[in-house]
Every structure is written in structure tokens, then in C-alpha cells.
């Protein structure tokens, strides 16, 4: 059974997907754009900073002074961000409402945070934080985008859609390969779409494995 994944071969993801019997095949129908944008204020003033990708990781990694806390959605965007002398914290599910709930928990005197994000992202956090003592500065380091023109899909039996834009970009896959989800926000793209994916998994590398392996034929 043969993966499209947009992730090198070496990435974990890809090695979670050999541990459930697939090849993963590296597939990339998206891209990710820079803003080149500075953050909107200084790191070194704020609370903590919060991150929820792997590409606002790159971003913004090389401005984060040693002894910064930074809370990340998960397991992805803690290794994206590769450097030492960070105190990197993590809630259970990896989603933004659960990073709020982190927040409250780990600074309930509130104060100033940084969120890095992209521009497509549901602005969920700066909702909940709007009018309480957590005042959040957003900075958008990049933008994902469907690539021009979209990669031919090598012969594969199933795609990964690790984003919603990957998400979009996959909706016209068809010729019996399966569409599988990383997360709500990609699944509900096929959704409404009209197109449900195949499966959905949390986004963790066990939880891909076990949908794998479900679906392993």
C-alpha cells in the first residue's frame, strides 16, 4: 500500500506510516510562502509565545532568546522548532482550544503572548483571549498555498491531507485512491466539500499509525 504524504522520507510521519505497512511516497500539492513579517512586538517582553505549526516553528524559531516558553499544538511543531535552551510545553490534544485551556492553567495571572500563525488560521485563540487579562500580540511568519500547477499524484492507494489548504487541493482526487485527514480542520474541508474523507486522525503520529493500519488492506 503506497502513501502520498507531504513529507520526506526520513520524517517521522513517514516512518509512522511504514510502521503500519505503508511506503510512504513524498507528494507536496502545497507550498509555503514567507510573510517576511517581523514579530509585532518584542519577544523577549512577552509572557510566552505560542506557536501552532510546524512552518511558524521555522519562522520564528532564530527570534526566541534562550529561556523562552513557548506552547506548541504538538508533537510537530515542538521538532520543527530545533533549538536548545526553549522550554517547550504541549497540552493533551492538539488542537488551539486546548492550548487556551493550557494558558489559563500555566499563567492564570494572565499577561502578554505572542502567537505565531498563518494567515488562514481560524483565529481561534485571539477570539477566546479577546477581554481577559491573556492579551495576545498575533504574528503571521507565513501562508500555505496550493502549488500552480498542482503535481500529478504518482500511483498511490490513499493521500494524506496534513492541512485544510491540502485538503483543498486533493478534493478532485479521484480513480479509487483514498482521501485520508490529519485533524477536524482538513476533515471538514472534505466535508463540506461534499466529498467526506475516508478517515480522520487526531493529529499525532500514533494515532495516523493506527488509522493506517486500519485501513490496510
Known amino acids: 500500500m503506497r502513501l502520498a504524504i ?6 517521522p510521519l513517514a ?9 510512504p511516497v513524498p507528494y507536496f500539492p502545497t507550498h509555503i510562502q514567507t510573510t517576511g513579517n517581523p514579530p509585532p512586538v518584542r519577544v523577549g517582553r512577552v509572557t510566552a509565545v505560542m506557536i501552532l505549526s510546524p512552518a511558524g516553528a521555522e519562522a520564528a524559531a532564530w527570534w526566541l532568546p534562550e529561556g523562552t516558553t513557548v506552547l506548541v499544538t504538538g ?9 536548545p535552551g526553549l522550554e517547550i510545553v504541549a497540552p493533551e490534544q492538539p488542537k488551539a ?20 500563525r498563518g494567515h488562514r488560521s481560524r483565529e481561534a485563540l485571539e477570539k477566546l483571549a479577546n477581554g481577559t487579562k491573556w492579551e495576545i500580540h498575533t504574528w503571521i511568519t507565513h501562508a500555505e498555498v496550493v502549488s500552480n ?10 493521500v494524506l491531507a496534513l492541512s485544510p489548504v491540502q485538503a483543498l487541493a486533493l478534493l478532485e482526487v479521484d ?43
Open 175 to 217: 480513480g479509487g485512491v483514498k482521501r485520508f485527514a490529519w485533524g477536524e480542520s482538513a476533515e471538514r474541508v472534505f466535508t463540506e466539500a461534499g466529498s467526506p474523507a475516508d478517515a480522520v486522525c487526531e493529529p499525532k503520529a500514533e494515532a495516523l499509525r493506527a488509522m493506517l493500519e486500519a485501513h490496510r488492506s
Open 6 to 11: 507531504s513529507r520526506p522520507e526520513h520524517h
Open 97 to 116: 482550544e486546548a492550548l487556551w485551556d493550557l494558558l489559563q492553567t500555566r499563567f492564570p495571572e494572565g499577561g502578554e503572548f505572542l502567537l505565531v
Open 75 to 83: 508533537e510537530g511543531t515542538a521538532a520543527a522548532l530545533d533549538r
Open 149 to 158: 500547477p498542482v503535481p500529478d499524484l504518482p500511483p498511490v492507494d490513499a
Open 15 to 23: 516512518q509512522a506510516a511504514r510502521e503500519a505497512g505503508w511506503q
